[in-house]
């Protein structure tokens, strides 16, 4: 069975500390692997869809990139208002599959 | 509207009782999903449409619950007989297929449903 695991479960970063999440998974034929934001009380923003490996794509401090077997979200210079939660999902036929989520507290 | 929207975004249920939860898709997707998310988990599928299709309902639970979309637009996820571990966040999401391939879906806001 496909399965998607993101690492680590919470991150807590200073306004400005770059970090990375981990988006590892299991899919015989990825068809799409896709990072959305999720705030409390709200449904998942899309962030990026990565197609093949090797991709990468940015936004604002954001930037994903994708390996045969995982996937990275890395935020650079993060603030305050990047704070959420940020879900990897595997697309599989027409369905996705998300990971629990990484929970991203920025400090200023 | 311009995106997908849910209604109601929150719904109080007694044990036992019958919910209708409602989504409005963003304008000519052909595609909508209901996924359902636990508190500290990412979303789970729960059913696929393709127009007023019903083309998977594998991750539905239980004979308790049951989707619609009549005119392939506003879909109703219907629960009957409400449990406690029913209490989660039903999303809603549409895409619009490209080929064989679906693009990015939309979400709404979803429905926290809390049986009590």
């Known amino acids: 069975e496909d399965q998607v695991t993101q690492s680590p479960e919470a991150l807590r970063l200073q306004e400005g500390e770059s970090s990375s999440l981990n988006c590892s998974y299991t899919v015989s034929g990825l068809r799409g692997l896709f990072w959305y934001r999720q705030d409390p009380g709200k449904g998942p923003e899309f962030l990026f869809t990565?197609?093949?490996a090797g991709e990468e794509k940015e936004k604002e401090r954001l930037k994903a990139t994708l390996t045969k077997k995982e996937s990275f979200l890395h935020i650079t210079a993060p603030k305050p208002e990047d704070s959420a939660t940020y879900l990897c999902?595997?697309?599989?036929?027409?369905?996705?599959?998300f990971g629990a989520g990484t929970t991203v507290t920025v400090r200023a | 509207g311009a995106g997908v929207s849910q209604s109601p975004r929150y719904k109080v249920a007694k044990r036992g009782q019958d919910v209708a939860l409602r989504c409005d898709p963003i304008s000519g997707h052909v595609s909508l999903f209901w996924y359902q998310q636990a508190l500290g988990q990412g979303p789970e599928f729960l059913t696929y449409f393709q127009n007023e299709a019903q083309l998977d309902k594998s991750g539905l639970p239980s004979d308790r619950f049951f989707a619609e979309r009549p005119e392939g637009s506003v879909s109703t996820l219907k629960i009957q007989r409400t449990q406690q571990e029913d209490s989660a966040v039903y999303l809603c999401?549409?895409?619009?297929?490209?080929?064989?391939?679906?693009?990015?879906?939309?979400f709404g806001q979803g429905t926290r449903l809390t049986v009590v």
């Open positions: 999902a595997v697309l599989y036929d027409y369905k996705l599959s």
């Open positions: 999401a549409s895409s619009l297929p490209k080929g064989t391939l679906n693009t990015e879906a939309f």
């Open positions: 990565l197609y093949s």
